[in-house]
């Protein structure tokens, strides 16, 4: 069982880390829908686009002409585009997300993923924790310097968001293939493990997204490889320290929050953390975000 000291550092570390934003100031609200969230400063920006959006009273909306999926998807690419060359967003992606109301719901617009955070729509990721021995030994990731998100970070060993026209299985076998060199055949024996959730003020936005969870036992003498330049390196440790590494509030051994969050539903699942310790029920309830917190 993980000890209570590092049950105690590892809340410290995430209750502040996972903190939903204090207020939303903006709801992003198509077809009569919140779709997304914004500070006062991003919709006030927005506000010069007036040929897209209706802001007022702390609600955005697009103008009346534009009414379906590939005119909004169009004004919003354009849109995208002007703030990128603004240095508003991170790094261009080339590549969209759906925006729905869920996950298998019809999309309402599509927007470049650069820019998901920047109008706080709900987004939707996979991620794998690599397993060895039992499941008693978990890999890491050590995330590229030069990402976009997080650089120089610990991950987990599979991780990507689903971009649009998607699977959740389509994106776990490609991740796995392009960041750590596990092949399809493989990376299909990866099991749905549940989901978590994150609702959370960044830098470049609000991060609203549903992270499907998955676990894969990987031989023993499996030694990861990545092959598309996004990691950095590996490393595999025991379950005792990978609570520790979530734990650890800064330095070289940092992990991804959502990294972090993903490890701790591992460690509570598997038993890792003893259901009758202190602070177990309160860890457990960091994987779920409140109805009213994410409306």
Not at 71 to 98: H, I
Not at 136 to 160: E, H, M
Not at 225 to 245: I, K, S, T
Request: net charge negative; proline share 4%.
């Amino acid at each position: 069982m993980i000890e209570a000291r590092i049950l105690t550092a590892i809340r410290k570390r995430l209750t502040p880390l996972l903190a939903p934003p204090a207020a939303v100031d903006f709801t992003l609200v198509v077809d009569g829908d919140a779709m997304g969230c914004l500070d006062s400063a991003r919709a006030e920006r927005l506000a010069r686009f007036s040929h897209v959006f209706d802001v007022e009273r702390g609600r955005i909306r697009f103008v009346p002409t534009l009414v379906d999926v590939e005119a909004r998807s169009a004004a919003m690419a354009a849109v995208a585009a002007t703030l990128a060359q603004e240095g508003a967003l991170t790094r261009w992606r080339n590549e969209c997300y759906a925006v729905a109301t869920g996950f298998d719901a019809m999309p309402r617009f599509y927007l470049e993923r650069a820019a998901a955070r920047y109008f706080g729509v709900h987004t939707y990721a996979a991620h794998v924790n690599g397993a060895t021995d039992g499941f008693t030994r978990l890999w890491f990731a050590r995330r590229a310097s030069d990402k976009a998100i997080d650089p120089g970070l610990l991950d987990n060993l599979v991780g990507g968001g689903i971009a649009a026209g998607a699977t959740i299985e389509g994106t776990v076998i490609k991740e796995a293939g392009e960041e750590a060199g596990i092949e399809a055949s493989l990376a299909r024996y990866a099991r749905a493990a549940g989901r978590v959730e994150i609702f959370r003020a960044q830098p470049d936005g609000i991060q609203r997204e549903t992270i499907f969870v998955h676990d894969l036992e990987l031989p023993p003498d499996f030694i990861p490889l990545n092959r598309d330049g996004e990691v950095a390196d590996f490393r595999r440790v025991d379950l005792a320290c990978a609570a520790d590494l979530i734990a650890s509030p800064s330095g070289d051994d940092e992990v991804t929050a959502d990294a972090s969050l993903v490890v701790l539903d591992f460690l509570l699942r598997r038993g890792a953390i003893d259901p009758a310790a202190p602070q177990h029920d309160a860890l457990a309830a960091m994987r779920t975000v409140s109805a009213s917190a994410s409306a």
